[in-house]
């Protein structure tokens, strides 16, 4: 195999695809990168048995076609370091194992692994459920819930982002409201629930009162990498999903990322957002999100709790630490129940109150050990519950 | 103002479970005094009387019994509850002496001096510490050590000093580099040096420092490459300057274990299943009482290891262990007692002869770092107060007050599990019945 191809187009296109190898790996070829010719064009793919990634970059020349595999990360930091715009040349002669990197006057002989040994990319498998999603749709889902998600194995079931169409007609036939699309995430201390209007072709995803899909967490912060680097550009792409009940593939620009989806059931979330919660406290998010960070200063390792003290229009933020003393911050509030104290993970409030856009904060309560229900109070779109920690 | 810095005390029991048998009976005075482990296991505690007849701490009982008998040294089993009440008499005297102080274990406590003389009066200390001590024994019987110094680790390198003066008192002053905190570093042993266990000691030793000065004069790039950032604490302690502050919480502990042997092997499951029951309960206690909360329960039975004739019984003891996840962070009784119940009953053989059962809660998180779980049901206010008024009758009326019923189910032959104690003391303190009678 013998190509060229500008350097700011490999490195874009490894960029693309190397977040996607594990550091370490058990088997060696998948700490590699499969380069191949398609036509004038330079397919790369990685994977990871779980998610597959793959891009089409055009090369300058095709002199030999071939494939090859080579470990990624050493690849990417190579062609990251050479000069800008400079043409690099990939070349594997045929009885050797070694592959020649060569840009200018820098020279590097990687070894490589056979192509063949290489696991099957799985971004040709037909998926039968297609929809579209614009980029800032898909930026607001995950956004909004990506702190949400689980890392903890032994839940590998709350590892990821769960995306259902929640049709209110099935549930309820003499409902008027339109079926949505719905992503949820939580790690068992707060919850984050968002929703779009349903997009075209999502109907019928799954069965209507069917569970619906669990996307690996790995899978949703590489697509977040993805779409940043488009962010605010005056046209942006849409990204295509497609579906089945055992893989999920978003397609973007010239980018496809093939996932496994969890194989497990998401509990019954709806059970644990409460609907009775009557103390309401509005709050100033910024000034409230300042509060909270200063008085944290003070939090340790011990302790993470920030109490929240309410009374009528005042809220009174403070954290307490033999080891660190003590601070309180009082901000101006709006809040119709009795007196009441209830403790946070300073962190899950500030975590919350990043995702809400406008001016006011809205805090449904129960008591001291019930879960609160947040929101921005102007946009219901998103909703997020947090668990209360002893005070 | 800040106040003028007077250092540490370090004030520590003298042989306490011998000394707390003492009080109540005096004519154990001058004699040779031991108390042995739960169920009678092995030498836990010696009178100095009895350390000078060569008993070596930790030796199994039944081995030594005969000697015991002939050397005539009076034997007791431990009786915890006297230790307990005995101890927090002492720390009451101790915490009141002082604005601020550190229990920091059942017969040793942290006395922080600060503010307490002018620079001129350091004459004062040893008069001070001396009527401390008297006023310890003359309020509660219990014998103390008391060691003062600029650092924690020096106060501990102090009270090994007192201990073995008859003033039962040492003062190594404030100045770190005097000749007498030297001459003490000097003849001081590293593995009574507090932070350096005995693998650091050996360590050290091959390498050429043989006692706390040396250890103290090391660089401090030699002792932070091969000890890290606690060796070069050690040193720092050594030399003076304080690492260590009192500690107003105490370290967070990494698991609990609630383990006793029984009294006799038992085959039956109900007698079992009440001595999980009531670890299980005692486990849930202890968190309630540290703040902490176990989010996994696991169960261990066992056979017994040795043979009567105390050689090891090898392949033929049995042991079963089994683990459950409470579905939450708790420390509540009831949910502890349901799920080592189910345990025991899942990992009980019949026909074994049981001689020991464990419950171990293998991590722990402090209630304060813990937020609720969003699945697990919410436990209650009133779940939360109830194990509350249970704390506050078994901290005023003693641990078998009240019980949960799954503590108290016996078997159909009436087995008990209770520990071995046939040597108990009374519970002089704690129970009306058991009071001293003067006749």
């Known amino acids: ?10 490195l874009k296109g490894i960029a693309h695809v190397q977040g996607i190898v594990e550091v370490k790996s058990t088997f060696p070829v998948l700490a590699n990168i499969l380069i191949q010719t398609k036509g004038s064009d330079l397919q790369l793919s990685t994977t990871d048995f779980t998610i597959d990634a793959v891009e089409l970059i055009p090369c300058t020349t095709v002199s030999d076609k071939g494939s090859l595999t080579v470990n990624a990360h050493t690849l990417y930091g190579i062609v990251k370091k050479l000069a800008d715009g400079t043409q690099v040349e990939i070349h594997k002669a045929d009885d050797s194992d070694l592959v020649s990197i060569r840009a200018g006057r820098s020279v590097f002989k990687l070894p490589t692994i056979d192509s ?54 099935h549930e ?26 349903l997009p075209e072709g999502a109907a019928n995803i799954h069965p209507p009162g069917e569970s619906g899909f669990i996307i690996p967490r790995k899978t949703i912060l590489e697509l977040r990498k993805l779409i940043d680097e488009d962010m605010g550009k005056d046209s942006l792409p849409i990204v295509k999903v497609s579906i089945s009940n055992e893989f999920i593939r978003f397609s973007y620009g010239n980018v496809v990322i093939t996932s496994k989806l969890v194989d497990g059931k998401f509990p019954d979330y709806e059970r644990v957002i409460p609907t009775t919660n009557d103390k309401r406290l509005e709050v100033d998010c910024a000034s409230f999100r300042l509060a909270v960070e200063r008085v944290s200063t003070l939090s340790t390792e011990l302790s993470k709790v920030v109490r929240l003290s309410l009374k009528d229009r005042t809220l009174t933020v403070n954290v307490s630490s033999s080891e660190n003393g003590s601070g309180l911050d009082e901000i101006e509030a709006d809040y119709n129940g009795e007196p009441m104290e209830v403790g946070f993970n300073w962190k899950y409030l ?32 998103a909703i997020y519950v947090l668990m209360p920690m002893r005070v | 103002m800040t106040p003028v810095k007077g250092g540490f005390a370090l004030v520590d029991c003298n042989n306490f479970y011998c000394s707390c048998e003492r009080v109540f009976n005096p004519r154990l005075e001058g004699r040779p005094v031991v108390v042995l482990s739960n169920n009678d296991g092995c030498i836990v505690a010696r009178s100095a009387e009895a350390k000078a007849l060569g008993i070596k701490m930790g030796a199994p009982f039944f081995k030594i019994k005969e000697q015991l008998e002939q050397q005539r040294v009076e034997v007791f089993s431990s009786n915890y509850t006297l230790y307990g009440d005995m101890s927090a008499r002492v720390m009451s005297i101790l915490t009141d002496a002082v604005p601020r102080s550190e229990v920091y274990s059942i017969d040793e406590c942290f006395l922080q001096l600060d503010g307490l003389w002018q620079p001129n009066e350091s004459h004062a200390r040893l008069p001070w510490a001396s009527e401390l001590r008297q006023r310890v024994r003359q309020w509660t019987g219990i014998p103390v050590s008391i060691g003062m110094a600029p650092t924690k680790t020096l106060a501990k390198l102090a009270n090994r000093i007192a201990k073995k003066q008859t003033s039962g008192v040492c003062d190594l002053g404030l100045d770190p580099d005097s000749a007498a905190v030297k001459a003490a570093l000097a003849d001081f042993p590293l593995e009574d040096i507090w932070g350096i266990g005995r693998q650091w000691s050996v360590r050290l030793q091959a390498m050429g420092v043989s006692s706390a000065l040396d250890l103290r004069n090391l660089p401090d ?15 720092a302690e050594l030399r003076g300057i304080r690492c260590h502050s009192l500690e107003s919480e105490g370290v967070d502990k990494k698991s609990c274990v609630v383990s006793r042997s029984f009294g006799r092997s038992l085959r039956e499951l109900a007698p079992i299943r009440a001595a999980v029951a009531t670890h299980a309960a005692r486990a849930a206690q202890k968190l309630r009482h540290d703040g902490l909360l176990a989010r996994q329960i696991r169960v261990t039975l066992m056979t017994n290891r040795f043979a009567a004739d105390g050689s090891h019984h090898g392949a033929e003891s049995y042991e079963s262990s089994l683990a459950a996840d409470l579905g939450r962070w708790s420390n509540d009784g009831q949910i502890f007692v349901a799920a080592a119940t ?17 419950v171990f809660c293998p991590v722990l998180e402090s209630e304060s770092r813990v937020t609720a779980d969003i699945f697990a049901p919410v436990e209650t206010a009133q779940q939360r107060r109830l194990m509350a008024a249970m704390d506050e009758i078994t901290s005023r009326y003693g641990r078998s007050s009240l019980k949960f019923a799954a503590e108290v189910a016996g078997g159909s032959r009436g087995e008990k599990w209770e520990m071995r104690r046939d040597r108990i003391s009374p519970n002089y303190t704690t129970r009306m019945s058991e009071l001293l009678r003067l006749h």
């Open chain 2, 342 to 358: 189910r345990l025991t009953e899942a990992i009980f053989v019949s026909g074994k002869a049981y001689k020991k059962a464990m």
């Open chain 1, 350 to 381: 500030l975590d919350v109150t990043d995702q809400i856009q406008g001016g006011i904060a809205l805090f449904k309560l129960a008591d001291s050990n019930g879960p609160a229900v947040i929101s921005d109070i102007s946009d219901q779109s």
């Open chain 1, 172 to 197: 309820n036939p003499e409902s008027n409201e339109a079926p949505i699309l719905r992503a949820v995430s939580t790690d068992g201390h707060r919850l984050a629930r968002v929703e779009l209007p």
């Open chain 1, 116 to 169: 063949a040994d290489f696991p099957e990319i799985r971004s040709e498998v037909a998926l039968p459920n297609q929809f579209d999603l614009t980029i800032s749709e898909l930026k607001t889902i995950i956004d909004h819930t990506k702190f949400a998600m689980s890392t903890d194995d032994t839940r590998y079931y709350l590892n990821g982002l769960y995306i259902h169409v929640k049709d209110y007609k």
């Open chain 1, 1 to 10: 195999m013998k190509i060229t191809i500008e350097q700011s187009v490999l």
């Open chain 2, 221 to 235: 790039s030699w002792l932070r490459a091969r000890m890290g950032v606690n060796g070069l604490r050690i040193a």
